[in-house]
Nanobody, 123 residues
Framework: QVQLVESGGGLVQPGGSLRLSCAVSGFTLEYYAIGWSRQAPGKEREGISCISPSDGYTWYLDSVKGRFTVSSDNAKATASLQMNSLKPEDTATYYC????????????????WGQGTQVTVSS
């Protein structure tokens, strides 16, 4: 069974930083991409970042580009999301998410994600 377990969320002031972590089991990261999605209260889920297992290509939603950094370690079966310069609009539940493709031309999200970790950015 595929399992993804997120951790690292919390309450932070605007301009602060958080690092989210994801432990993966049940599939091989070498063959499947991994990324992060989020869902704010009352809004639909949106993909925010992914990383390719082949060449390390990364994709970011425009609103987080330059502030967030995604990384993965295939050997350790983990993924991370470093979030800097956080804004109130970043407040959401963040999910580690499996992707079928994460390339410069195609980003395809799978319906597989973890339980989520809450990130709240507030003064």
């Amino acid at each position: 069974q595929v399992q993804l377990v997120e951790s690292g969320g919390g309450l932070v002031q605007p301009g602060g930083s958080l690092r989210l972590s994801c432990a993966v089991s049940g599939f091989t990261l070498e063959y499947y991409a991994i990324g992060w999605s989020r869902q704010a209260p009352g809004k639909e889920r949106e993909g925010i970042s992914c990383i390719s297992p082949s060449d390390g290509y990364t994709w970011y939603l425009d609103s987080v580009k330059g502030r967030f950094t995604v990384s993965s370690d295939n050997a350790k079966a983990t993924a991370s999301l470093q979030m800097n310069s956080l804004k109130p609009e970043d407040t959401a539940t963040y999910y580690c998410t499996v992707l079928m493709e994460c390339t410069s031309t195609v980003v395809t999200w799978a319906d597989i994600w973890g339980q989520g970790t809450q990130v709240t950015v507030s003064s």
